[in-house]
């Protein structure tokens, strides 16, 4: 399978978590990708020029990120990272739409920072975006006790967003949010976490 990824993407961050959990990384060739750049490619594996995007071995393509998890968690006889049915698979989607929603408004916030000129740069929407951040991160704050050892979709998709937090030195999340902060310290020494750190 291809997979069309960036070291510097949370989303593909998560799809590699999902394949390393899954015993199947093995079996990506991944191709590093730059979408912003003017002579990329990827709009034909992807037409709205984003990564991920995964090219099955049948040469269908997918994407974006949920999807891929969920086609990659296909792929293996072990526990479902994404659960299949019930009040467990529902939680677990929540989960991961809040941890993907923090980091939208990461990305969004870093967009307008990094590449928007400084005289065209809109301060009330960075505001915005990082009012978003810290009310889905006291939501981790609130629930990630409850999570004990479980390391499904929704918590690989929380880990993927504090590390881009922390990869582009977002918001300063940790003091407010010991439990949070402990979660994470324990989550960031899984393999399949620690393997993909982002690098500039």
């Not at 928007?116 to 975006?129: A, G």
Request: charged share 25%; proline share 8%.
């Amino acid at each position: 399978m291809k997979f069309r990824t960036s070291v510097t993407s949370p989303y593909a961050r998560k799809c590699l978590i999902v394949a390393i959990e899954a015993g199947i990384d093995g079996r990506l060739e991944q191709v590093p990708t730059a979408p912003w750049a003017a002579d990329t490619d990827l709009p034909k594996d992807n037409p709205l020029g984003k990564i991920p995007a995964l090219v099955t071995d049948g040469g269908e393509v997918l994407y974006d990120s949920p999807v891929i998890c969920e086609y990659l968690d296909s792929l293996h006889g072990g526990r479902r990272l994404v659960p299949v049915s019930g009040g467990e698979r529902w939680s677990q989607l929540r989960l991961e739409a809040l941890a993907d929603g923090i980091l939208d408004a990461a990305v969004a916030a870093r967009i307008e920072i990094a590449l928007r000129p400084e005289d065209k740069r809109w301060p009330q929407w960075i505001e915005r975006q990082n009012a978003a951040i810290d009310r889905g991160l006291d939501a981790l704050e609130g629930e990630c006790a409850a999570w004990g050892d479980s390391f499904l979709i929704g918590q690989i998709a929380a880990a993927a967003a504090l590390g881009y937090l922390d990869f582009r030195a977002g918001p300063a999340w940790r003091e407010p949010r010991p439990a949070l902060a402990a979660w994470f310290a324990r989550a960031s020494q899984r393999p399949s976490v620690a393997a993909t750190v982002p690098k500039d």
